[in-house]
């Protein structure tokens, strides 16, 4: 079978790096990728646009598509191939609006009774501004549109949140903003393929948003997960399934949306019940990184599945392990990161991953090609081995003015969860 992966960041390495232990691929693709996949698949230039990568994939007989981030799917790649008769992964465009557009997404929600934090949404600047005067507790302000997982101001004061509004509403791509209750709890990432109906959920995750420790600095894409995080009890879990998956799910279906792919569910566990903080829908980034190196199953078996409508036969093989990742940033990320840093890796092995993403290669130097540069994996059979691995790759890597954030999975591990 012929491959392609669509995508050029560390999820995609590790999707490609996946998909290259199926002995069922003959040929694999990624498009436009980095140097990092360049070990595993062969790299296709190409503009990113659904009608440019269709036909990529036309000429290079590809068999199935599988799309890493998310504006393609918002802009309806997989409508596209689907019309050529290309299998792909991932949802149609009107599903992928669970995503795109923040305020359907809440709507959609409150349609379906799923739990979630109060909110209200706007087009209009004034609007937003005037609701602002009528709450006592600053909101958490949320881009409506795709914003790379960067478009969300948890503001600690009125005035934070009255910049972030003003700030959506000077960029015409933002699509307006969602003014939200902010919610108290412990963040959890759960992702699931599904192929509308069944759901077949893969490791837990847990993944850091914030730039620095603590939980502090700006808002990122992302500096680092954990997998699997044990952080929902028995009950939890029978909360979430009954209340959010399987009305998510029902929601899905009774609005015929098209939807064969992962659906990622971001979770917040309050005091007051689990509820659901927003979907994205496809593969997670920085959470794919240490899942994706835990499953034991082939990914082309479980898309395979996905698209026969034979997820609720197949189980999935999971490896005894704990995945612990670190991602480096750029200097000056998220704001203005800096390129062109030369980069030095560390040697990996079966128990260390070094997944690339904003990485170019230049007379032969890996360079860094700003934002989050690389990740860092490591798999060992507990979270304090994974943890002390994966910082020790990371203090060997050699990336002058990286930034990293040095508590991840430190609380869980404390905690004892």
């Given at each position: 079978m012929n491959v392609l992966v669509i995508g050029s960041g560390a999820r995609e390495h590790a999707l490609v790096w996946k998909l290259a232990r199926s002995p069922r691929v003959s040929r694999l693709f990624a498009s436009p990728g980095n140097p990092g996949m360049s070990e595993y698949a062969e790299l296709l230039a190409s503009a990113q646009d659904p009608a440019s990568l269709t036909a990529l994939a036309l000429r290079h007989a590809i068999d199935l598509v599988v799309i890493g981030p998310e504006q393609p799917l918002v802009d309806g790649?997989?409508?596209?191939?689907?019309?050529?008769?290309?299998?792909?992964?991932?949802?149609?465009?009107?599903?992928?609006?669970?995503?795109?557009?923040?305020?359907?997404?809440?709507?959609?929600?409150?349609?379906?009774?799923?739990?979630?934090?109060?909110?209200?949404?706007?087009?209009?600047?004034?609007?937003?501004?005037?609701?602002?005067?009528?709450?006592?507790?600053?909101?958490?302000?949320?881009?409506?549109?795709?914003?790379?997982?960067?478009?969300?101001?948890?503001?600690?004061?009125?005035?934070?949140?009255?910049?972030?509004?003003?700030?959506a509403f000077r960029d015409p791509s933002s699509g307006g903003v969602v003014l939200e209750e902010r919610l108290q709890g412990r963040e959890l990432s759960l992702l699931g393929v599904t192929d509308g109906t069944a759901w077949l959920p893969l490791k837990l995750a847990q993944d850091y948003k914030y730039l620095s420790d603590g939980d502090t600095?700006?808002?990122?894409?992302?500096?680092?997960?954990?997998?699997?995080?044990?952080?929902?009890?028995?009950?939890?879990?029978?909360?979430?399934?009954?209340?959010?998956?399987?009305?998510?799910l029902a929601g899905i279906r009774a609005e015929g949306l098209a939807f064969t792919g992962v659906l990622f569910i971001g979770l917040m566990v309050t005091p007051t019940g689990v509820k659901v903080l927003e979907y994205n829908v496809r593969l997670g980034d920085p959470e794919t990184q240490v899942v994706l190196p835990l499953l034991e199953t082939d990914l082309l078996d479980v898309i395979d599945a996905a698209?026969?409508?034979?997820?609720?036969?197949?189980?999935?093989?999971?490896k005894p392990?704990?995945?612990?990742?670190?991602?480096?940033?750029?200097?000056?990320?998220?704001?203005?990161?800096?390129?062109?840093?030369?980069?030095?890796?560390?040697?990996?092995d079966d128990g260390l991953l070094v997944f690339q993403a904003g990485t170019e290669l230049s007379g032969g130097q890996l360079l860094s090609r700003g934002g989050r540069v690389l990740s860092v994996v490591a798999l060992a059979p507990d979270l304090e081995a994974a943890r002390d691995r994966a910082y020790e790759a990371v203090r060997q890597t050699g990336f002058a003015g990286a930034q990293w954030r040095s508590d991840i999975g430190l609380q869980q591990l404390l905690s004892g969860a």
């Open positions: 790649l997989v409508d596209s191939l689907t019309a050529a008769g290309i299998r792909a992964f991932g949802p149609h465009r009107a599903a992928a609006a669970l995503e795109g557009s923040k305020r359907f997404a809440k709507q959609f929600m409150l349609r379906h009774g799923i739990p979630t934090a109060r909110a209200e949404a706007f087009t209009d600047e004034a609007a937003a501004l005037d609701f602002l005067q009528t709450v006592a507790d600053p909101p958490v302000v949320k881009r409506s549109g795709l914003a790379a997982g960067k478009g969300v101001t948890v503001a600690d004061s009125l005035s934070e949140a009255e910049e972030a509004v003003r700030a600095g700006p808002m990122t894409g992302g500096m680092g997960a954990v997998a699997p995080a044990e952080l929902l009890d028995d009950e939890q879990l029978r909360e979430v399934n009954a209340e959010i998956v399987s009305r998510t698209h026969d409508g034979t997820l609720s036969r197949l189980q999935l093989s999971w392990l704990v995945a612990a990742g670190v991602v480096l940033a750029a200097p000056g990320y998220p704001g203005s990161p800096q390129r062109g840093v030369p980069l030095q890796l560390p040697a990996g």
